[in-house]
């Protein structure tokens, strides 16, 4: 297997897509052809992993999706070219049976360079193709390029996948693992409560309306706030504003930024509560599985992915999206209850037990076999 992704920083599709192939590895023969030098080319090399850096031009690497095909991207439209012929020469050379791409540029620029090599290419959807979450004309793009490229297509969500209507391939839905790898170090607990956030820090996570409704419950408390992860694809003027933000609020000394942390799982373990508060459908809300799979009571916008994985007040709580108000009332309200978190808890672990990667990897591995031998011709011929 071939896999394709543009980045190598340890975002949530990374961490998803390193956890999987460190459980099959006994399976699958992985090189993993990433369009940077980064963080996660470390981690792969480290869990050991093949791993090639092709690089990619940043002018298309970083690229925000909101900026897809406007006029400064399609600049890039020459480099894109190149790198689909390079990325072809590289899959003739290697010979996989499979591509299989992580992201959604991957999933274009790779399934171009798959199909040119005549390798079948599996596409991991990992993002909602949607008009309130990707610009209209790339909407169709992508929509049309899902009936042509992919000889199958993965979604994390029945969310995901209801955004990519009339496909003729099959496709899976799995959702991503959940489990570390390690049990985290016990980390010493602050005895005031602390309610987190976690993720990148980009507008539409909604980390300012978490700081506003924190405000509003808890201004002047000893309840603290933290909020985990840092800014990519030039979005460091939000990230700066949270800072400002919180000096308005007058929530400074209860506010801890915590910048990108690689241990998640210790980061869990210093929080009573966990929010999740995109202000867009979530896809599928990798924090929110981690936080639940780390006991915690996850307080989650009740739309995307999230609504999927929890069943209100039993294994997490929803809350109405977009509304600072009642996710203020929420915070309060189970900050007040610990008996009530607990009881969530408890039962959304048995909800992220399902997610073990031991068992989220056994469809994908069939998946590629089903492929493989639907298409196993077009594997002998010359490459």
Not at 82 to 111: F, M, S
Not at 268 to 279: G, K, P
Not at 320 to 337: G, K, Q, Y
């Amino acid at each position: 297997m071939l896999y394709v992704d543009h980045i190598a920083r340890m975002s949530g599709g990374e961490i998803a897509l390193l956890r999987t192939l460190v459980r099959m590895r006994d399976r699958v023969a992985a090189l993993v052809v990433l369009g940077e030098d980064g963080p996660f080319a470390e981690a792969l090399g480290t869990a050991g992993i093949a791993v090639r850096v092709l690089p990619l031009d940043p002018a298309v690497r970083d690229v925000r999706r909101d900026r897809v095909l406007r006029l400064g991207a399609l600049r890039g439209v020459v480099s894109t070219v190149h790198y689909i012929l390079a990325l072809r020469r590289l899959i003739r050379a290697e010979r996989p049976d499979l591509v299989h791409t992580n992201t959604l540029k991957a999933a274009l620029y790779g399934g171009a360079a798959a199909r040119l090599a005549r390798v079948p290419v599996v596409w991991h959807i990992r993002d909602r193709i949607a008009d309130d979450y990707l610009p209209p004309t790339t909407v169709r793009l992508i929509r049309l390029a899902a009936r042509v490229l992919p000889a199958a297509i993965i979604t994390n969500s029945e969310a995901t996948m209801s955004t990519l209507p009339s496909v003729r391939c099959p496709t899976l839905v799995v959702r991503d693992a959940a489990l570390p790898p390690v049990a985290p170090e016990p980390t010493p607990r602050s005895s005031h409560l602390t309610i987190g956030m976690a993720g990148r820090l980009t507008e539409w996570k909604g980390q300012d309306y978490f700081l506003r409704a924190f405000a509003l419950a808890f201004h002047g408390t000893t309840v603290n706030a933290s909020i985990i992860g840092s800014a990519l694809f030039g979005e460091d003027h939000y990230a700066a504003g949270l800072v400002r933000l919180a000096a308005e609020l007058d929530i400074t000394d209860q506010v801890e930024f915590r910048g990108f942390r690689a241990d998640m799982w210790s980061e869990y373990s210093r929080l009573d509560m966990l929010v999740h508060f995109s202000l867009t459908p979530e896809p599928y809300g990798q924090v929110v599985v981690e936080g639940m799979s780390a006991g915690l009571c996850v307080l989650a916008a009740a739309e995307g992915g999230p609504a999927e994985l929890i069943e209100d007040e039993v294994t997490g709580v929803l809350v109405p999206p977009r509304n600072v108000e009642a996710l203020s009332t929420a915070m309060l309200r189970w900050a007040r209850d610990a008996a009530g978190r607990a009881r969530i808890a408890e039962a959304a672990r048995g909800v992220t037990a399902a997610l073990d990667p031991e068992l989220t990897t056994a469809p994908i591995v069939e998946l590629y076999r089903t492929v493989a031998r639907a298409h196993g011709p077009a594997l002998t011929g010359p490459r």
